[in-house]
């Protein structure tokens, strides 16, 4: 048997440029992305790495993976990540099922099957349901720039770099309208709402975004997690999204019939464990999950092999923003609006100890 030696979350946070205001999305100016990378050890030597979401919150992620993960486990048998993943559910309960306690249990979900697939010498693709694609579309997942000239001229950009899909996260009806001028009338055109608006103003902009034929509308409203809300809004003939905020396949089985997409996200929603549950409902209900995939850590590489076994996975999230550096070179990217899904052992991400030096918060 192979035991967990250690557990040690380690906090980044990496610069980027996008040419937005970085105001908007979160709850203060967004210049940098933070991280919280899961590394964990087994006693015979085998090293995974995984992703907590740390968006504004990655020193209390972090601590939630010393204080309250890493103890649960540590001398835990590790060849099974989905059993360690319902024990740790059960017995962090009573600290709040959702929020940082499932973000520090997808990250050491994610170290667990990296070592899965480690010891197996596959990919974990091969070992969720096979390796069944060898590449994933990709959407550019524009920034807010809340400036119709700017989101024109990026919506037009990502057109020209060959996406056929772009997302934009504007929230008024000049901004929307100037993204579908940039991006043109052959790239399906999404907004995310990041749950802005009413739902008398979501239902009074509808028929505009029905008029520049909006492929899907993410989070309209808020709370996000008020699916009866979301499920009439479908009433209109837009596709609806949400799921980026649920946590657990618990959560998506109600979720999951109010909206047309559903977008888990591998580092909050339980990790590969719970994403590859909610497959499972979505493949029952015949849908398709939007994955949520604004990452460039662990969680980048993790929901690519999940893209590559599970069919039901649609597009893959890629954030249209250039960091300072990124946790490993070799990871793919975009070309022509596809990704290659790497087929290494493990999730395939190995971080650059010189990145983590160089980036690493005290
Ligand atoms: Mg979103």
New binding site residues.
Partial sequence: MSRIKSVEPIVLKIPFSDGSAGTGIMPIKWTSLDYVLVRVETDDGLVGWGDAFAYFCAGAVAAAVRDMVAPVVVGQDASDPAAINDMLQRRLHLHGRYGLTIFAISGLDIALWDIAGKRAGVSVARLIGGRNRETVPAYASLMRYGDAGLVERFSAKAASEGFTDVKLHEITRETIGAGRKGAGAKVRLTT?I?CNWSVAETEAIMPFLKEIDLFWL??PIFPPEDWAALKALGRFGIAISAG?NACTAMEFSRLIDAVTYSQPSVTKVGGITEFAKVCDLAAAAGKTVMP?SPYFGPGYWATLQLAAARKEAGLFEYLYITQDAVIDETMPRPERGVLAIPDRPGIGCTPDSKVIERYRVA
Wanted: charged residues 65%; negative net charge.
């Fill in positions: 995310d990041n993410e989070e980026e949520h």
